[in-house]
């Protein structure tokens, strides 16, 4: 909680001044920590955050040319699906709920809560999180729309009807690489946003935006809103041109270029 110059870190009761040098990354750490505390996101979840941040750290904390490129090419995805789908996992509720709930809100994509370490407790939280930030309707909690995707073992493999089972694209972001293949073969576009480049998420997806979840948000909200206007070529075009296999070699060869 933000409060005047300093903000709170809950859990230890302890005060954080907005002028500490790595006070952003507290901050968001922070708002893990409260997601963690409402029961949303998982112990694990605190982890993957950590990964999350070595990587960010190696990548300059900043969207770089290749994720706004990749950003791009993922609003040009979204813009152009039937059945868009966004996955909604604890730490991305935890960290970015209410620019998922504007998102879709604005362009009529769907919520759907689908957890690793699926619990009904967390779901509930989950789902109450992105009510709190307007959403309506939140896809994902009601097991008589629920079905199974094949070949997937993991928990999940539950998903809504109406969701991520009939969805053209599907937007997974922090994921973990089985459900992506799983996708893939599905036939579907999958979009993911992770900090790791190397993950097998990230080599798997068809668009990957290597970038934090909470720097990219934003943007896409901006850059859909700016695309919306634009004609279907100029989407298909853009979406021809991207090629995600260079993508991902650039921000790799970007983040061995920061250990010089
Ligand atoms: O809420 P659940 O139960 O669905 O579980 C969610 C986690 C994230 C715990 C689960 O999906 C998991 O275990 O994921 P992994 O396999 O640890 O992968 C998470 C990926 O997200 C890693 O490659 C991290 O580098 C990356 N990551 C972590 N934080 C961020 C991130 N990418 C973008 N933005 C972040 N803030």
Redesign the pocket.
């Known amino acids: 909680m933000i409060l005047g110059q300093v903000f709170y870190s809950m859990m230890n009761n302890v005060k954080i001044p907005l002028t500490h040098p790595r006070s952003v990354s507290l901050h968001i750490r922070e708002k893990l920590v409260e997601g963690f505390r409402i029961g949303a996101?998982?112990y694990?979840?605190l982890i993957?955050?950590g990964?999350?941040e070595s990587?960010d750290y190696l990548l300059g904390e900043k969207t770089t040319k290749y994720a706004l490129d990749a950003i791009r090419a993922a609003a040009c995805q979204l813009l152009l699906a039937r059945h868009p789908i966004i996955s909604v996992?604890?730490?991305v509720a935890a960290?970015c709920s209410d620019d998922l709930v504007k998102l879709s809100k604005t362009f009529g994509i769907p919520l759907e809560v689908n957890?690793?370490?699926?619990t009904d407790k967390?779901e509930k939280a989950i789902s109450k999180m992105l009510k709190k930030s307007g959403a309506e309707k939140v896809l994902g909690l009601d097991t008589k729309s629920c079905t199974s995707l094949p070949e997937l073992a993991s928990n999940r493999r539950r998903v809504d009807i109406e969701g991520i089972y009939k969805a053209d694209v599907v937007l997974v972001?922090?994921?973990?690489g089985d459900r992506t293949e799983s996708l893939v073969k599905l036939k579907k576009k999958v979009i993911t946003?992770?900090?790791?480049p190397l993950?097998r998420?990230a080599q798997t997806s068809h668009i990957s935006i290597i970038?934090?979840?909470?720097r990219v948000m934003p943007l896409l909200n901006q850059i859909l809103f700016d695309f919306q206007k634009r004609k279907k070529s100029f989407l298909d075009n853009y979406l021809k041109k991207f090629d995600n296999k260079k993508n991902l070699d650039g921000s790799i060869n970007l983040i061995r270029g920061n250990f010089s």
């Open positions: 996101v998982a694990e979840g993957a955050h990964r999350g990587f996992n604890g730490n960290l957890l690793f370490y699926r967390r972001p922090l994921e973990d946003v992770d900090l790791n993950s998420t970038d934090n979840i909470v």
